[in-house]
Every structure is written in C-alpha cells, then in structure tokens.
C-alpha cells in the first residue's frame, strides 16, 4: 500500500473497510475489559466461591475492525469507510453475501476508494469473485500484514522471511485461478494457453520458494555459528515477547540504551536486536527485542520468521510484554501464548511485565502493585530497577552465590573482575591481602577457586 503518485502530489491510498462477524449473536459490541480492570475484579472475587469474572478473552468485531484500521494506518493507507457484516456463517462465493457485495460496491465508488480490505482471510474463489465484482483492488486481512511486514523489513534477512512468506500464500492462490481456467476455458485459444502460463508461474514461484529456503538455512546456520560462540562464555538470553504495539523497542531501549526504532505502529520492529544488559547482581544478559504477534498472525509468516523466533526458542527467560492499558489484554495474552505454543516455547521461564502504566489511573495501578504483577512505563523508566531484580531471579544457569575472597593486592587483573563481575559486600585489608565477601556469578567464582578462603562451602553446596 504505497503511496499513490497523482500528478505531482502523492496521496495514501484509500481504502474501504468491511468488518466481518461470523458469530450466531446479534451483535458483539461490548465494553472492553483493561488488564488493571480485570485484576480488579479478579481480586474481589477471591473470596467468593462461583463468582462469572468478566472475560476479556474473544475480540469483539468493533474491537477487531479498530484493531484492522491501526493495520492500515501501519500500512500508509486512508480510511475512506467503513462497514459490518453478520451472518451465521460465511458466503463460499463472496464471504459477505451478494446483497452486501452490491452495497460495498457502491460505497467504494462513491468515496473514490483505491482498494478494498477485509478483516478476514478470503479464499482464492472468493477473492477472484470480489475483485470481479468490485470497482477498485481487494485484500484480505493476510495480504495486508504481509503487505505491512515487507514494507519495515530492512535487512536482507527479513526481507527474505517476508518474500517467501507472500510467495507461499500467493502459490494456492494461483492454484485456484488454474482450476476455473480448466472448467471455464473450452477451446485452444482459453483453456491450453491458460494452463500453460499457470504452470509456467507456478514453477516459477515454486523454484524462488525453494531458493528462498535455502539462503534462510544459511541465515539459520550462521545464528547457530554465533549462538554457538555466545555459549562458550556463560551469557544468558533474555527475549522480549509480545502484542505488536504492547512497546516492547520502547523497553528494549530504556533497559538497554539503544536507539531502536520505536513507533506507535504495528510491526515497527521486524528485525532482531541483541544487545548486553548489566542486572543488579553485576551479572550480564543478551536481551533480545523480536517481532510482535498478532491476532491470527498468518502460519506462513511463522513459518518463514523461524529464523528470526529462533532467539525466541533458545532464550532462558521470556518478557511478555502486555499493554496494561489495553481493553483486550487477555485476548492478546491469549494470542501470544497461542504462537508460542506454536514455537514450542511456552513452557520457558516467563515474566509477564505490564508496561504503559504511565496511562493508568491511580487506583489501577495500585491494584497491580498490591497483586505483585511486573509493572513498568518503558516511556517515563518507572519500574526499570523492579524488573532488572526479577529477571536476576528468573534465571537459573549461572547462579548467584555468596563467597569469601582473599586475594593479593598486587593481582590488579582479579580484582578488576571482581569488581566489574560481581557484588562486593565487605572489603577488609589485611597487610598485602585483600579479603572480600562477594556475590556474583557461580562460574565466575569458580575460575577464582584459589582466591577463597578456606572453609567457603558457598561454591561447593550450590554445586551439588
């Protein structure tokens, strides 16, 4: 969805909007449940047994089409208009029905519209229908974050993910129009020709796809190369996690101060950041800042950003990163889970961070505080040290333990890593001997075995 060049102004393109919902209610409008709200409600009925808390799980379609208008927004398109369709069940010709087809037709003529999109996945028989039926182009829902996906992809390795990603939904598709150019086609002149450019596209595509997988396996291997190399000196992985737009560059940059793009748009961060973190312990971590997930994120874009998720599947400890602010929170919480499931991924160490607190009334947030929950404002830093402490617990490799040191002033290069590694309690001079009380890194500690004072059973008990 690029802009338009009208003469010699350039104008986003305008778009028609149709909202889907495919349940048997009459309607789906409802107010929406914020995640402070909800824990509100959750902790007045701690006492009372059988007691219905409101459901924020199962986005509305008024709740669905906002979401689908901030996609188009990302996309640097115009709403022209807006419309709804119910029904019980979907139209295998048009998903919407015919009566409506004529209607969407001619709201899109009347508001000059350049394409129309639907919150919902089309099929390539319903596709072909609309866009015959239609004055102007038609997307569906996965079409448009593909569309949103290639257009903030910027290292060479994202824009493959997002070039085989489209490729893999467009190869069905093309299947599609080959079937009714066999039905429809009878003579020479329709039916032979049309075949023959249908298969010749599709071997085209087919070959791209599998050329595609190739240099993304080599994208694979060199992330094994370097992972490999991380590994060899005892540095955690800590990757955030998230709804699209939850702010997770906004933390990545306040925690680790970068200069990571950071966008009130949806799928603003596509490439993988890594980048070192000190904790309270003086222990360091990779943090890792991922793309965001989404309601129905499309399996092929999964599939094709497993590359990039694999920092996902090798981290020690997940930030989820919820929007406190939301009013479907627990169905984007539900969604995340959804595609780390898919990624094998969720049964990691998690630490759920509320972030946006900044946005909260006052009683919302001591609600959260008084639960215990994670609670931060990327924007303002509130909350940053809270959350360096609990990843510090989290992690489980490389453990913290207390330790007595006596070490020689004259070792210059031990007392450095003693002060740049670890937590130094006490420092007491004893002639030409330092002893110290630390904390800090059990392999740390370790590779200063000779230095410990006899005795220390701190290394040995964590040990065993």
Request: overall charge neutral; proline content about 4%.
């Amino acid at each position: 969805m690029a802009e338009v060049e009208s003469g010699s102004s350039a104008h986003p393109e305008r778009a028609v909007l149709v909202g889907v919902d495919l349940s048997a209610r009459p309607s789906s409008a409802r107010p929406g449940v914020s995640v402070a709200r909800l824990a509100a409600a959750r902790e007045e009925a701690e006492d009372r047994e059988a007691v219905a808390l409101p459901s924020a799980i199962g986005l509305g379609a008024e709740e669905s089409l906002a979401e689908f208008r901030e996609l188009v927004a990302s996309a640097g398109g115009e709403v022209a208009a807006e419309l709804m369709q119910r029904r019980a069940r979907p139209d295998p010709a048009t998903l919407v029905g015919a009566g409506k087809v004529e209607e969407i037709a001619g709201v899109a003529a009347s508001t000059a519209a350049d394409l129309v999109l639907f919150d919902h996945d089309l099929t390539p028989t319903q596709l072909r229908n609309l866009e015959a039926a239609l004055p102007c182009r038609v997307l569906d829902r996965t079409q448009l974050i593909l569309d949103i996906f290639a257009r903030h992809a910027r290292t060479r390795e994202g824009q493959l993910q997002v070039e085989l990603a489209q490729l893999e939904y467009m190869l069905p598709r093309l299947t599609g129009r080959g079937k009714s150019m066999s039905q429809l086609g009878g003579g020479i002149g329709t039916r032979g020709p049309g075949e023959t450019q249908l298969e010749t596209d599709r071997r085209r595509i087919q070959r791209r796809i599998d050329q595609l997988k190739r240099d993304l396996e080599a994208v694979r291997r060199v992330r094994r190369q370097q992972r490999q190399r991380r590994e060899a000196v005892p540095v955690p992985t800590v990757a955030l996690v998230g709804y699209t737009n939850a702010g997770k560059s906004t933390l990545f940059n306040r925690l680790t101060g970068a200069q990571v793009l950071q966008s009130s748009r949806m799928f603003a961060t596509l490439d993988p950041k890594l980048r070192a973190i000190e904790l309270p312990s003086r222990r360091k971590v990779l943090l890792s800042d991922t793309v965001g997930f989404i309601r129905n994120l499309p399996h092929t874009l999964v599939t094709s950003f497993r590359a990039t998720l694999e920092e996902v599947e090798q981290a020690e400890v997940l930030l989820h990163v919820r929007d406190a602010a939301s009013t479907y929170g627990e169905e984007q919480k539900a969604q995340v889970e959804k595609v780390l499931g898919e990624l094998e991924a969720l049964k990691k160490p998690r630490i759920e961070v509320l972030n946006k607190m900044d946005l909260l009334a006052e009683h919302e947030r001591a609600g959260l505080a008084a639960r215990g929950e994670v609670t931060v404002s990327a924007r303002t830093g509130e909350g940053m040290d809270a959350l360096r402490e609990a990843i510090d617990k989290a992690l489980h490799s490389d453990p913290i333990i207390d330790a007595e040191l006596r070490v020689p002033q004259q070792e210059g290069a031990v007392l450095a890593a003693i002060e740049a590694g670890m937590v130094v309690h006490r420092r007491e001079y004893e002639g030409n001997l330092v002893r110290l009380s630390v904390s800090g890194p059990a392999s740390l500690i370790g590779r200063l075995r000779q230095f410990r004072v006899r005795g220390d059973q701190s290394l040995h008990q964590e040990e065993h």
